[in-house]
């Protein structure tokens, strides 16, 4: 079913409609998922994995799960002494680090260099003033 602009309905438009066609019977363990498919346009595997959490979109499994040991695990220490050192260039500590022998890629160690600079932000902060200062603007 589509409403007044053409467009099919959500979810929780296609129930509120539909638990008001049904008045007080509603339940929403007893939906039916061909007609909720009609109205929103969502498939029924879908749905179903919907209804089994009561129509609430709940987070994948592994969403918040990190791995302890990862590629860049041994090249921490030297892009925090990298940081230390005012180092805070992507690019030269990406090839600092390969030239030793990290074979992972540039995303892992942007990842790691933002959560980290949060370790550095005083120091950093203070170059970055330095800069403003030595160039006057």
């Not at 089994?52 to 590629?71: L, N, R, Y």
């Amino acid at each position: 079913m589509k409403n007044d602009n053409g467009q099919q309905l959500s979810l929780t438009q296609a129930l509120d409609l539909l638990k008001s066609r049904q008045g007080k019977n509603f339940k929403t363990a007893d939906v039916n998922l061909a007609e909720l498919e009609r109205l929103t346009g969502i498939t029924r595997t879908r749905l179903r994995r919907l209804k089994k959490h009561d129509f609430k979109e709940v987070p994948h499994g592994s969403a918040e799960k990190k791995h302890s040991v990862t590629v860049l695990s041994g090249y921490t220490g030297l892009i925090d002494n990298l940081l230390r050192q005012n180092g805070t260039n992507l690019e030269v500590c990406f090839e600092q680090v390969k030239d030793v022998g990290y074979k992972g890629g540039i995303s892992n160690v942007k990842n790691y260099i933002t959560s980290a600079l949060f370790l550095y932000t005083h120091q950093y902060r203070e170059s970055v003033h330095n800069l403003y200062n030595r160039f006057g603007a």
